[in-house]
């Protein structure tokens, strides 16, 4: 765990610049950035030869155990199963450079199995920013994988078993979402004292509430009882996106999710389902835009797994393009995948290079900050100060 990263083009993701330095990695941090650093007799050298040199990817809506398409899933499945899935899909999201995920919803708690499984020192995967099950209403978005809760006191429960199995926030769900043929974006499942309730057990435990949502009206009902995080947000309005901005909200927008067709097609998602996503997506992209003209801090986030692919590209990388394609400049893009995730999550040593941080890292051959897309070109990723994949030419 003690490298010497020699000749790196570091990306302040902070202010856009690039320096030409030498990064020292000791016990899985960075312990100095700059020039001509000499290696130590036990350290491993790692030429680098001028490529960038950026912070691991930070994934804000993961699901390492759901099934796809949706209808498969069993609610009963055995948590073995669902736990070797998560495996699976976390090697996936790491290779594909994701070192941080945050996950909003998880069969049997999966990715808290897998997180013990990482402090054993028995599997290594991204770093986990756990939800547990997430907690819905009964029958309501999110059925067949949360917890569901229905009056005050059942909420409050059921949060307080996640943060008790070790969640770090809480999921909720304000509103139908594409999963179900008969719910909409509209319909408000959540009353707000329910919300309210939520979000007094997160701040009771020091943390935030994030949830699942689609229009403007809930979004407000969610912003006035203190949700800090609104997950997709399918058709928000210049109010709503104001209103969240006030509070220092965040969106994560998962573009990908109404934009991925051939994906949806290769997992043998219903022609409803697909067609439903779809046809959201125009409105969705015209919400992001909304954000991002009211100053709202946006998120990366994707739903589908991260480390799956969709037109040639990882699908983390995908949603930074479409966030481009929301107005977003490149660098704000990488910002959403590191910095502005770090924040959401609370870490402050995740998410930019700099001394004391966590040395994962994401190389490639050409300067993202002129084209988004040459991230599609991951030649180097490491984690914890361990190389987690090296195809440089
Ligand atoms: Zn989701």
Redesign the pocket.
């Known amino acids: 765990m003690n490298v010497l990263l020699k000749n790196c083009r570091v990306l302040d993701v902070n202010s856009g610049l690039v320096t030409e330095a030498d990064v020292d990695v000791k016990n899985g941090d960075i312990q100095t950035i700059a020039k001509n650093i000499t290696a130590e007799k036990s350290q491993r050298l790692i030429d680098l030869q001028g490529i960038y040199l950026l912070p691991g990817l930070i994934s804000c809506?993961t699901?390492l155990t759901?099934v796809f398409p949706f209808n498969l899933s069993d609610p009963n499945e055995d948590p073995a199963i669902s736990a070797l899935r998560a495996y699976r899909r976390g090697q996936d999201a790491l290779h594909a450079g994701v070192t941080t995920v945050r996950t909003?919803?998880e069969l049997n708690r999966a990715d808290l199995a897998l997180r013990k499984a990482y402090s054993y020192g028995w599997v290594t995967g991204p770093r986990i920013f756990s939800a547990g099950l997430g907690v819905s209403v009964s029958g309501g978005h999110?059925h067949g994988f949360t917890a569901e809760a229905d009056g005050v006191d059942d909420f409050r429960k059921k949060c307080r078993l996640d943060l008790l199995a070790g969640a770090n926030h809480i999921k909720i769900f304000l509103t139908g979402?594409i999963a179900h043929k008969d719910e909409t974006f509209s319909e408000s499942q959540m009353c707000d004292d329910e919300i309210e309730a939520t979000v007094q057990v997160a701040r009771s435990k020091g943390t935030y509430v994030c949830a699942?949502v689609g229009d403007s009206e809930p979004i407000m009902r969610g912003v006035r009882a203190g949700v800090r995080c609104f997950?997709?947000t399918y058709n928000l309005d210049s109010a709503a996106a104001n209103a969240i901005k006030k509070e220092n909200g965040f969106i994560v927008p998962?573009l990908g999710?109404t934009r991925s067709k051939d994906w949806m097609n290769s997992r043998g998602f219903e022609g409803w389902t697909i067609c439903k996503a779809v046809s959201a997506g125009g409105d969705h992209l015209e919400s992001i835009k909304t954000a991002v003209k009211a100053g709202v801090t946006l998120v990366n986030?994707t739903?589908i797994p991260p480390g799956d692919t969709d037109d040639g590209a990882s699908i983390v990388v995908r949603e930074m393009e479409h966030c481009l394609a929301a107005g977003l400049t490149p660098l704000e893009v990488i910002q959403t995948a590191t910095i502005n995730a770090a924040k959401l999550i609370n870490s402050d040593c995740l998410g930019e290079i700099k001394v004391g941080s966590k040395a994962d890292f994401i190389c490639v051959a050409s300067n993202p900050l002129e084209n988004i897309s040459h991230l599609r070109n991951i030649c180097f990723v490491m984690q914890n100060g361990l190389v987690v994949r090296d195809d440089r030419e």
Request: aromatic share 0%; charged share 15%.
């Open positions: 809506h699901h759901i909003v919803g999110g979402g699942h997950e997709h998962t999710v986030g739903d």
